[in-house]
Structures are given as C-alpha cells and as structure tokens.
C-alpha cells in the first residue's frame, strides 16, 4: 500500500512537471475602449452615419487572446457623449448584473476575466434599448485562439467579417423592433467589399492557400446563411471551437449574437463572393468579394475599417 502511494506520488509529481512544461505561459491584456458617438463613413460615396461605437470605428477593433489568458478590460464613456452604454463580451463566463450594466457619460466601468474557452465570440453594447446599440455599430469580435496550436490547420490568410442589419435612420427604434433594414452590411459598409461598387474593396488571396474567415453575426435581429459564391467551406467551426468541426459545408447559419470560423481553400484563380445567401440581405449589401490571384497582398484582419473614403461635399 505504502509502495502503491508513493508510486501514485511519484506520477503527480511527473504529471507536475509535464504541466509546468507546457508552452506558452498565459498573458494578461489590458484592454480599454471608449464609447464613440460619432459620424461614420458607411457607403463607398462617403456616405456618413451618426453611429455609436467602440473607439470610433464600426465594428469595433478586434479582441485577440490566447485560451487561458487574462482580459482587463476598461470602458469609459466620455462626458461628451449624451448615452450610456456597456460592454457584454460573449468570451466571458462572469455575472452580467455587476459587469455588463450601462455606465452613464462622465463613467468608467472595469472588470477581468479569463478567457478559458478557445473560439470567435461577439462583443457588444447592453444599454437599453440594446437593439439599438447593436444597430448603431456597437459590437466587435474576440477571437480566442486555441492554446495548442495544432488544433487545426495553419491558416495563410485571415480575415473577419461582422454581419449586421443596417437602419438609415439611427433613431428610429421601432423600425429595428419591426426589422425592417434598409442594408445587411459586412464590417460597417454597404457592399463594402465590392470591387465593382464606388468606392468599394475586397478580400485578397492567393491561389491555394486556407483563407480563414472569421465570422461574427451581430445582427441584431436577422440569421446569416454564409455561403461561398464558386466554393464550398472546406472546414466550419462552430463558435469558433477547433473541436467543433464541420467538412465539405455550402451554406452554415450563424445567428444573431453567434460566430463561426471558415476555411475556404481556392485552387483558383478568381473571383469567390461571400454572401449571406438569404438573398435579401446579400442584394443589399453583404457581399464581400474574395478576389484570388498570385499578386495578392498581405492585408488587415479587418480591411479598410475604418473606411476612409472622401467624405460626401455638404449639400
Ligand atoms: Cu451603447
């Protein structure tokens, strides 16, 4: 017996050693954002939009962080600003009622958490009415990469698209409440990835390499169907999950509030749009064009956000 516990003492001690040997020892990120009422450009023409955001930019910058590391995350809603407002981050397992509430202008508000789930998580406005913060740009996108690298395939390119339904008049509730969009947008622009469209960009890749999306839909009311135009999804990634995956899938539906992460590989050369393929929302705005040739550039995560085009001249 006493021989059985020193053996067993013997492999905790190993099982010890194996665990301080892991890689990467965990990080703690500051991370600090301020509420923004501002104009923003939403259309190629230079079309502005009295939005509310994230440090002034729809969507919001981008959240990386490796499993198990630490976020301290700080708002502050300036005194300028007319609204409350918060921060809801779907990465953390937290109490809402403390964390999550609305802070009014002059404010501050911090919390911390661990991000212990890997994946592709929203993060938006909860001030009421929360329909409207959403509405007006107030979300983004934590990605969460796995601790262990070689969960899943290296990709060579990444890009994130954030999907949301588009309302002309900011502060027409009601409209959101009937959801009646005028535009579905990718990354805060009408057809924003549309080479063909004034003003309009597009997602670049080279001929044989994984093209990860990383795919948020914020809604706030509308289902995303996402689907390569010429291709089909060689991996899905439920919320992001290496562990959740998906082969072979043609069109995979991404709530409101939810997120997945796709690979697509184009053996191509060509032109490959990312829809949403309910078409309603595609036809006006959400398509973003994945141009493939052997010249493509390095580019952003989040291209041309914010996007700056020549303001539209005053009437
Ligand atoms: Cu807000």
Known sequence: MKRMRSALGAMLVMGGLLATAQPAAAKTHEVNMTAKETEVVVEGSGETYKAWTFDGQFPGPVVRVTEGDTIKFTLENPKTNTYPHAMDFHAAEIDFLKNYR???????????????????FFYHCGAPPMIQHVARGMFGAVIVDPKNAKAWPKADREYVLVQSEFFKNPDDV?????????????????????????????LDAKP?????????????????AFHPI?????????????????????????????????DVVAESAGAYPLVTHSLTGALRGAIAVLLVGPDAKPAPLMPMTPWEVAPKPAQ
Do not use: C
Request: no cysteine; charged share 20%; net charge neutral.
């Open 174 to 202: 009601q409209t959101m409440f009937d959801r009646k969009f005028d535009n579905v947008i990718f990354n805060g622009g009408i057809f924003k990835y549309h080479p063909f469209v004034t003003g309009g960009g597009k």
């Open 102 to 120: 609305a802070i009014n202008p002059g404010e501050t508000i911090s919390y911390t958490f661990v991000a212990k789930k890997p994946g592709l």
């Open 230 to 262: 010429g291709e089909i999804w060689d991996n899905v990634y439920e919320s992001g999950n290496p562990d959740n995956k998906l082969n072979g899938v043609q069109t995979y539906v991404v709530g409101p509030g939810s997120a997945a992460t796709f």
């Open 208 to 224: 044989g390499e994984r093209v990860r999306i990383y795919f948020v839909n914020a809604g706030p009311n509308e289902f995303s």
